[in-house]
């Protein structure tokens, strides 16, 4: 059974940080790519990040570059998404997700989600 669990979300207020962590158990994931998607209400989930197992590839949305940062390790299977210079329009439900490549086009296996606000 894999399970990945997020932490790490909540309230920032507009300019501020969150950082959220991803820990995945169960399996190895040594070939595979880990990322993050979001899921504002009324829309679709949408790709943020990703990156390779060795962390030598790392794929952004271009509305989040140059704010946020994918980090992981490899060791505790574990992958960070620092958020910094947060908007209202970063508020989403977050979710962890495996996949084969940092392109993300197809995911394995997700998270619960974790929920971020960010108020002006």
């Known amino acids: 059974q894999v399970q990945l669990v997020e932490s790490g979300g909540g309230l920032a207020q507009a300019g501020g940080s969150l950082r959220l962590s991803c820990a995945a158990s169960?399996?190895?994931?040594?070939?595979?790519?880990m990322g993050w998607f979001r899921q504002a209400p009324g829309k679709e989930r949408d790709f943020v990040a990703a990156?390779?197992?060795?962390?030598?590839?790392?794929n952004y949305a271009d509305s989040v570059k140059g704010r946020f940062t994918i980090s992981r390790d490899a060791a505790k299977n574990t992958v960070y998404l620092q958020m910094d210079s947060l908007k209202p329009d970063d508020t989403a439900v977050y979710y962890c997700?495996?996949?084969?490549?940092?392109?993300?086009?197809?995911?394995?296996?997700w998270g619960q989600g974790t929920q971020v606000t960010v108020y002006s």
């Open positions: 169960g399996r190895t994931f040594r070939t595979y790519a």
């Open positions: 997700a495996v996949g084969a490549t940092t392109a993300m086009t197809s995911v394995d296996y």
């Open positions: 990156i390779s197992w060795y962390g030598r590839i790392t």
